[in-house]
């Protein structure tokens, strides 16, 4: 398998979430998604740790302590010279993301709201 992304999000996702309270205040690990990336890894994909948050000492040993296995946090590194600093993903887990397959302008803006209508 030629090297293939998942990008993951880190709180809502990897943790639970209930809300910014800190660089270094992180949530309860969720165990489902810890595997599901461990799976990821196993069946060859790489993974970057795509939040908001810096990669502070604190998040790396939660990381590490929680058994997440991952090749970069925040990073673009593996994406072509000359490109954006989004990086490159095959597929991205995020809590707060929708997913457009061409749905028409109201469905579209109906998923929005039920995602941001949740979060606020």
């Keep these: 398998?030629?090297?293939?992304w998942i990008a993951v999000d880190f709180d809502g996702v990897l943790s639970s979430y209930s809300g910014w309270k800190g660089f270094d205040v992180l949530g309860e690990p969720?165990?489902?998604?810890?595997?599901?990336?461990?799976?990821?890894?196993?069946?060859?994909f790489s993974i970057t740790i795509f939040t908001t948050r810096p990669a502070?000492?604190?998040?790396?040993?939660?990381?590490?302590?929680?058994?997440?296995?991952?090749?970069s946090i925040?990073?673009?590194?593996h994406n072509p010279?000359?490109?954006s600093i989004k990086p490159i993903y095959h597929l991205i887990i995020d809590d707060r993301a929708l997913n457009?397959?061409?749905?028409?302008?109201?469905?579209v803006v109906a998923e929005a709201?039920?995602?941001?209508?949740?979060?606020?």
């Design 1 to 4: 398998m030629r090297n293939r």
């Design 30 to 44: 969720n165990a489902h998604m810890i595997e599901a990336v461990k799976k990821f890894k196993q069946l060859g």
């Design 56 to 71: 502070t000492p604190v998040l790396i040993e939660w990381l590490k302590y929680n058994g997440v296995p991952y090749d």
């Design 74 to 77: 925040n990073s673009n590194g």
């Design 81 to 83: 010279p000359m490109t």
């Design 100 to 107: 457009y397959h061409g749905q028409g302008v109201d469905e």
């Design 113 to 120: 709201k039920k995602i941001i209508d949740k979060e606020f």
